[in-house]
Protein backbone atom coordinates (compact mmCIF):
# COMPACT_ATOMS: atom_id res chain seq x y z
CA UNK A 1 0.00 0.00 0.00
CA UNK A 2 0.88 3.78 -0.56
CA UNK A 3 2.25 5.60 2.26
CA UNK A 4 -0.31 7.83 2.90
CA UNK A 5 -2.04 8.44 6.39
CA UNK A 6 -4.54 10.86 7.28
CA UNK A 7 -5.63 12.47 10.82
CA UNK A 8 -7.47 12.76 12.15
CA UNK A 9 -9.24 9.92 11.26
CA UNK A 10 -12.18 10.90 12.65
CA UNK A 11 -13.29 14.58 14.31
CA UNK A 12 -16.79 15.89 15.31
CA UNK A 13 -17.21 19.97 15.76
CA UNK A 14 -19.43 22.43 15.83
CA UNK A 15 -20.42 24.54 13.17
CA UNK A 16 -18.40 27.74 13.04
CA UNK A 17 -15.12 26.22 14.20
CA UNK A 18 -12.19 25.78 12.49
CA UNK A 19 -10.57 22.51 11.59
CA UNK A 20 -7.61 20.99 9.80
CA UNK A 21 -7.29 17.95 8.27
CA UNK A 22 -3.79 16.60 7.41
CA UNK A 23 -2.73 13.88 4.78
CA UNK A 24 0.58 13.00 5.08
CA UNK A 25 2.98 10.82 2.21
CA UNK A 26 5.86 9.01 2.40
CA UNK A 27 6.37 8.28 -1.16
CA UNK A 28 7.59 11.90 -2.49
CA UNK A 29 4.74 11.86 -4.93
CA UNK A 30 4.48 15.59 -6.72
CA UNK A 31 0.80 15.63 -7.15
CA UNK A 32 -1.68 15.36 -3.93
CA UNK A 33 -5.68 16.08 -3.82
CA UNK A 34 -8.21 16.25 -1.19
CA UNK A 35 -11.80 14.78 -1.97
CA UNK A 36 -14.86 14.60 -0.22
CA UNK A 37 -17.15 11.74 -0.54
CA UNK A 38 -21.10 12.31 -0.21
CA UNK A 39 -24.33 9.97 -0.45
CA UNK A 40 -25.84 10.89 -4.14
CA UNK A 41 -22.59 12.70 -5.08
CA UNK A 42 -20.04 10.25 -4.93
CA UNK A 43 -16.20 11.35 -4.43
CA UNK A 44 -15.06 15.16 -6.09
CA UNK A 45 -12.57 16.80 -5.95
CA UNK A 46 -12.01 19.99 -3.58
CA UNK A 47 -8.29 21.12 -4.14
CA UNK A 48 -5.42 19.80 -5.61
CA UNK A 49 -1.58 20.45 -5.04
CA UNK A 50 1.16 19.79 -7.85
CA UNK A 51 4.15 20.99 -6.26
CA UNK A 52 5.29 22.66 -2.37
CA UNK A 53 3.46 26.10 -1.92
CA UNK A 54 1.55 25.21 -5.90
CA UNK A 55 -2.63 24.57 -5.41
CA UNK A 56 -5.55 25.11 -7.33
CA UNK A 57 -9.07 24.51 -7.10
CA UNK A 58 -11.00 21.53 -7.81
CA UNK A 59 -15.28 21.02 -8.61
CA UNK A 60 -15.81 21.96 -4.49
CA UNK A 61 -13.47 24.39 -3.16
CA UNK A 62 -15.98 27.10 -1.57
CA UNK A 63 -15.03 27.08 1.99
CA UNK A 64 -12.29 25.22 1.97
CA UNK A 65 -8.39 26.35 1.93
CA UNK A 66 -5.35 24.36 1.67
CA UNK A 67 -1.86 24.56 2.07
CA UNK A 68 1.07 22.36 0.91
CA UNK A 69 4.60 23.86 2.43
CA UNK A 70 6.23 20.39 2.45
CA UNK A 71 6.08 17.52 -0.37
CA UNK A 72 4.78 14.83 2.27
CA UNK A 73 2.31 17.56 3.98
CA UNK A 74 -0.75 18.46 2.43
CA UNK A 75 -3.89 20.38 4.93
CA UNK A 76 -6.65 21.11 4.32
CA UNK A 77 -8.67 23.87 6.25
CA UNK A 78 -12.32 24.84 6.95
CA UNK A 79 -12.29 28.24 8.40
CA UNK A 80 -15.74 28.06 9.61
CA UNK A 81 -17.23 24.66 9.60
CA UNK A 82 -21.00 24.20 8.26
CA UNK A 83 -23.32 21.31 8.92
CA UNK A 84 -22.92 20.67 4.57
CA UNK A 85 -19.37 19.99 5.24
CA UNK A 86 -20.44 16.74 7.09
CA UNK A 87 -18.41 14.34 5.26
CA UNK A 88 -15.69 11.85 4.18
CA UNK A 89 -12.78 13.65 3.35
CA UNK A 90 -10.18 11.68 1.39
CA UNK A 91 -6.85 12.18 0.50
CA UNK A 92 -4.89 10.84 -2.55
CA UNK A 93 -1.08 11.03 -4.45
CA UNK A 94 0.03 10.23 -7.64
CA UNK A 95 3.60 10.58 -9.31
CA UNK A 96 3.16 12.71 -12.40
CA UNK A 97 0.41 14.11 -13.84
CA UNK A 98 0.04 12.52 -17.06
CA UNK A 99 1.45 9.93 -18.42
CA UNK A 100 2.21 6.36 -17.50
CA UNK A 101 2.37 7.47 -13.81
CA UNK A 102 -0.92 8.86 -13.18
CA UNK A 103 -1.89 6.17 -11.04
CA UNK A 104 -3.52 7.99 -8.01
CA UNK A 105 -3.62 6.15 -4.52
CA UNK A 106 -6.10 6.82 -1.63
CA UNK A 107 -5.44 7.37 2.15
CA UNK A 108 -7.90 5.86 4.01
CA UNK A 109 -9.75 8.58 4.87
CA UNK A 110 -11.54 11.36 7.78
CA UNK A 111 -14.91 10.58 8.75
CA UNK A 112 -15.94 14.65 9.78
CA UNK A 113 -18.79 15.61 11.75
CA UNK A 114 -20.02 19.20 11.94
CA UNK A 115 -23.33 19.69 14.64
CA UNK B 1 -18.28 18.82 -18.29
CA UNK B 2 -17.34 15.78 -18.48
CA UNK B 3 -20.08 12.97 -16.46
CA UNK B 4 -19.11 9.15 -15.67
CA UNK B 5 -22.09 6.91 -15.32
CA UNK B 6 -21.81 3.28 -14.07
CA UNK B 7 -24.72 1.13 -14.29
CA UNK B 8 -26.23 -1.09 -12.81
CA UNK B 9 -25.96 0.99 -9.13
CA UNK B 10 -26.07 -2.35 -7.60
CA UNK B 11 -25.66 -5.96 -8.50
CA UNK B 12 -25.74 -9.55 -6.68
CA UNK B 13 -24.76 -12.66 -8.09
CA UNK B 14 -24.10 -16.27 -6.94
CA UNK B 15 -20.12 -17.10 -6.46
CA UNK B 16 -18.64 -18.60 -9.43
CA UNK B 17 -19.91 -16.18 -11.54
CA UNK B 18 -18.39 -14.09 -14.26
CA UNK B 19 -19.50 -10.38 -14.15
CA UNK B 20 -19.47 -7.50 -15.93
CA UNK B 21 -19.58 -3.52 -14.79
CA UNK B 22 -19.49 -0.87 -16.93
CA UNK B 23 -18.66 2.59 -16.86
CA UNK B 24 -19.66 5.03 -19.80
CA UNK B 25 -18.32 8.60 -19.53
CA UNK B 26 -19.38 11.89 -21.96
CA UNK B 27 -16.14 13.07 -23.55
CA UNK B 28 -13.83 11.18 -25.37
CA UNK B 29 -10.72 13.16 -24.65
CA UNK B 30 -9.61 11.30 -21.79
CA UNK B 31 -5.90 11.04 -20.39
CA UNK B 32 -6.74 7.43 -18.81
CA UNK B 33 -9.31 5.65 -16.70
CA UNK B 34 -8.88 3.80 -13.39
CA UNK B 35 -11.12 1.38 -11.98
CA UNK B 36 -11.35 1.59 -7.85
CA UNK B 37 -12.38 -0.84 -5.12
CA UNK B 38 -14.08 0.41 -2.03
CA UNK B 39 -14.85 -1.39 0.93
CA UNK B 40 -17.41 -0.35 2.98
CA UNK B 41 -15.92 2.30 5.97
CA UNK B 42 -12.50 2.19 3.56
CA UNK B 43 -10.67 3.79 1.66
CA UNK B 44 -10.28 3.34 -2.17
CA UNK B 45 -7.30 0.91 -3.50
CA UNK B 46 -6.66 1.13 -7.43
CA UNK B 47 -7.39 -1.99 -8.92
CA UNK B 48 -6.52 -1.24 -12.85
CA UNK B 49 -5.61 2.26 -14.50
CA UNK B 50 -5.97 2.23 -18.59
CA UNK B 51 -4.31 5.00 -20.39
CA UNK B 52 -5.83 6.99 -23.65
CA UNK B 53 -3.66 4.91 -25.70
CA UNK B 54 -4.20 1.40 -24.63
CA UNK B 55 -7.16 -0.92 -24.86
CA UNK B 56 -6.97 -2.73 -22.41
CA UNK B 57 -5.50 -4.13 -18.57
CA UNK B 58 -5.76 -7.49 -16.61
CA UNK B 59 -4.26 -8.23 -13.04
CA UNK B 60 -5.43 -11.74 -12.18
CA UNK B 61 -9.31 -12.42 -12.25
CA UNK B 62 -9.44 -9.05 -13.18
CA UNK B 63 -9.54 -7.47 -16.83
CA UNK B 64 -10.65 -3.91 -17.63
CA UNK B 65 -11.18 -2.66 -20.94
CA UNK B 66 -11.41 1.14 -22.98
CA UNK B 67 -13.42 2.12 -25.47
CA UNK B 68 -12.77 5.98 -26.14
CA UNK B 69 -14.69 6.56 -29.33
CA UNK B 70 -17.76 5.23 -27.38
CA UNK B 71 -17.31 6.43 -24.20
CA UNK B 72 -17.20 3.32 -22.32
CA UNK B 73 -15.03 1.18 -20.15
CA UNK B 74 -15.65 -2.03 -18.54
CA UNK B 75 -14.57 -4.32 -15.77
CA UNK B 76 -15.05 -7.67 -16.11
CA UNK B 77 -14.58 -10.21 -13.08
CA UNK B 78 -13.62 -13.60 -13.34
CA UNK B 79 -15.33 -16.43 -11.31
CA UNK B 80 -16.19 -14.20 -8.61
CA UNK B 81 -15.83 -14.70 -4.80
CA UNK B 82 -17.83 -13.34 -1.88
CA UNK B 83 -14.15 -11.70 -1.02
CA UNK B 84 -14.94 -9.70 -4.32
CA UNK B 85 -18.17 -8.13 -2.42
CA UNK B 86 -17.79 -4.07 -2.55
CA UNK B 87 -18.30 -0.80 -4.63
CA UNK B 88 -16.06 -0.50 -7.22
CA UNK B 89 -16.11 3.17 -8.79
CA UNK B 90 -14.20 4.39 -12.40
CA UNK B 91 -12.92 7.62 -12.68
CA UNK B 92 -11.52 9.32 -15.83
CA UNK B 93 -8.38 11.32 -15.87
CA UNK B 94 -9.62 14.54 -18.06
CA UNK B 95 -7.01 16.76 -17.80
CA UNK B 96 -3.29 17.00 -17.49
CA UNK B 97 -3.29 17.97 -14.34
CA UNK B 98 -4.12 14.50 -13.22
CA UNK B 99 -7.90 15.24 -11.66
CA UNK B 100 -10.22 12.84 -11.80
CA UNK B 101 -13.38 12.61 -12.44
CA UNK B 102 -15.21 9.05 -10.63
CA UNK B 103 -19.05 7.29 -10.97
CA UNK B 104 -21.22 6.43 -8.75
CA UNK B 105 -20.23 3.49 -8.45
CA UNK B 106 -21.71 -0.54 -8.73
CA UNK B 107 -22.27 -2.27 -5.34
CA UNK B 108 -21.28 -5.45 -6.09
CA UNK B 109 -22.95 -8.51 -3.57
CA UNK B 110 -21.32 -12.21 -4.42
CA UNK B 111 -23.23 -14.64 -2.44
CA UNK B 112 -21.80 -18.18 -1.11
Known amino acids: DAGITQSPRHKVTETGTPVTLRCHQT?????MYWYRQDPGHGLRLIHY???????DKGEVSDGYSVSRSKTEDFLLTLESATSSQTSVYFC??????????????FGPGTRLTVL | KQEVTQIPAALSVPEGENLVLNCSFT??????LQWFRQDPGKGLTSLLLIQSSQREQTSGRLNASLDKSSGRSTLYIAASQPGDSATYLCAVGSSNTGKLIFGQGTTLQVKP
Open chain 1, 92 to 105: AISESSGGAYNEQF
Open chain 1, 27 to 31: ENHRY
Open chain 1, 49 to 55: SYGVKDT
Open chain 2, 27 to 32: DSAIYN
